[in-house]
Structures are given as structure tokens and as C-alpha cells.
């Protein structure tokens, strides 16, 4: 099956202009036409189109609240899960590097690509057309959040480490690429229960630090 109709059956859209799709699944290792525009967009979609959705859902609960509660579903793990469940990786155009390091499999690429088709569905349609794809997708997400659980990663890994009377985490920054609009920050995390520090990428340093945070927990509370 031709690759653009096997990704309009699997996340249920048919493109009108085949040519955002395509840009939507190229990365920047592929040169100058690729998806960060597309991307940024999406971004701005993204959140809130599942801002809306929250403060509907969960009419009593403070901006606190629901600001931990979107930040978990839009972070790039869960993102990674949404172009996980269309199989994105196997779809994506890399560039000779990006497919030699096993790119199609690296979470913040995965995330970008669902943002980057975000946008090129609201660019292709309209918004309320783009808000039903993106609801579709995060629907199993937003059934699995609640305000017992909204707290973010950092803050949770924080609790997990004093209830056991252990030193807070360290965080830093080991690399930074990208113009100022479109950077990438590479953190890197470390908590005394792990020998090895944990590295985690992201489209801000908060971002990163939340990724960074979130890998350590899932490594600290693993049997």
C-alpha cells in the first residue's frame, strides 16, 4: 500500500493536499522542507485543543491542576505512544544519519511527527475537523488522567526520593541545537538509587528536565 493511504487508514484522515502529509512525515536531517514549521503549529493545537478538553472534563479543578494534567498528556512520551499506536516510525522520512541511529524509533522525533501532522490536518481542513483527530487519539489518554495523578514528573520523582530519605535529583544540561524558535535540549538526570544517569531530549529545558524525570521513575519503580 502506497505510504501516504496506509497513514490516512491509520490515524483516520484522508489528506486533501498529499504534499502536507509528506512534509508532515520529513524530518530536518532531510534538508530545508521539512516538518518544524508544520510542528510548531501542531504545538499550539495540540494544547488547546487538550486544554479545552480538560477544563470541560474537570469543572472544578483548579488551573493548577489542570495545567499538570495537560502537561502530561501532551509531553513527548505520550506522544510517542499516540505515533507508536499508528506504527509513525516505519512511515517517517529520515535523513542517512538519522536512519542509520535507528531515528524512526527516537521518542522526540516520534513526538514531533504527531505534532507536524497536527498541524498539516488543521492546514488541510479546519479546526474543528483537526480537534476530532486529536481527541480521537488522545482519548485513551484523557480517560486515564485525573487530578490525583496530575502531578508532573519532576515534583513526583521529588517525593518518590525524600519519602526515602535520599537526595533530590540533579539536572543538567548537556547539549542544546536548533535555532531559537525550534531548539532541542538534551538533560541529563541524576538521582542517587541509579548508577547511571538518565538522558532525556525536549523542546525546552523544562521539557526535557519532565522527560528526564519521568525515564528515572519509570527505571526506579520498575521490579
Known amino acids: 500500500m502506497q505510504k501516504l493511504a496506509l497513514l490516512s487508514r491509520r490515524i483516520d484522515y484522508p489528506f486533501k493536499d498529499e504534499s502536507l502529509a509528506?512534509?508532515?512525515?520529513?524530518?530536518?536531517s532531510c534538508g530545508a522542507n521539512n516538518n518544524e514549521?508544520?510542528?510548531f503549529l501542531g504545538d499550539s493545537i495540540l494544547n488547546m485543543v487538550i486544554a479545552e478538553a480538560l477544563f470541560q472534563r474537570f469543572g472544578d479543578s483548579r488551573e493548577g491542576d489542570l495545567s499538570?494534567?495537560?502537561?502530561?498528556?501532551?509531553?513527548g512520551k505520550t506522544l510517542a505512544k499516540v505515533a507508536r499506536q499508528f506504527e509513525l516510525g516505519e512511515l517517517l522520512n529520515l535523513g542517512?544519519?538519522?536512519?542509520?541511529?535507528?531515528g524512526h524509533r527516537r521518542e522526540s522525533i516520534l513526538a514531533d511527527a504527531?505534532?507536524?501532522?497536527?498541524?498539516?490536518?488543521?492546514?488541510?481542513?479546519?479546526?474543528?475537523?483537526?480537534?476530532?483527530?486529536?481527541?480521537?487519539?488522545?482519548?485513551?489518554?484523557?480517560?486515564?488522567?485525573?487530578?490525583g495523578s496530575s502531578k508532573d514528573a519532576k515534583t513526583r520523582?521529588?517525593?518518590?526520593?525524600?519519602?526515602?530519605?535520599?537526595?533530590?535529583?540533579v539536572y543538567e544540561?548537556?547539549?542544546?541545537?536548533?535555532?531559537?524558535?525550534?531548539?532541542?535540549?538534551?538533560?541529563?538526570?541524576?538521582?542517587?538509587?541509579?548508577?547511571?544517569?538518565?538522558?532525556?531530549?525536549?523542546?525546552?529545558?523544562?521539557?526535557?528536565?519532565?522527560?528526564a524525570a519521568a525515564m528515572v521513575l519509570e527505571r526506579l519503580q520498575s521490579p
Open 22 to 28: 509528506e512534509r508532515a512525515l520529513t524530518h530536518r
Open 37 to 39: 514549521r508544520l510542528e
Open 68 to 75: 499538570r494534567m495537560r502537561a502530561a498528556l501532551v509531553k
Open 96 to 102: 542517512p544519519g538519522e536512519l542509520k541511529s535507528g
Open 114 to 147: 504527531v505534532e507536524a501532522l497536527i498541524g498539516a490536518i488543521y492546514l488541510d481542513s479546519d479546526f474543528d475537523t483537526c480537534r476530532q483527530r486529536v481527541l480521537a487519539w488522545f482519548d485513551e489518554h484523557l480517560q486515564r488522567v485525573s487530578t
Open 157 to 169: 520523582l521529588q517525593e518518590f526520593l525524600q519519602a526515602r530519605k535520599q537526595p533530590l535529583p
Open 173 to 211: 544540561v548537556m547539549n542544546t541545537e536548533g535555532e531559537e524558535h525550534q531548539q532541542r535540549f538534551e538533560v541529563r538526570c541524576r538521582v542517587s538509587l541509579l548508577k547511571e544517569a538518565v538522558v532525556a531530549e525536549g523542546g525546552s529545558r523544562k521539557s526535557a528536565e519532565q522527560e
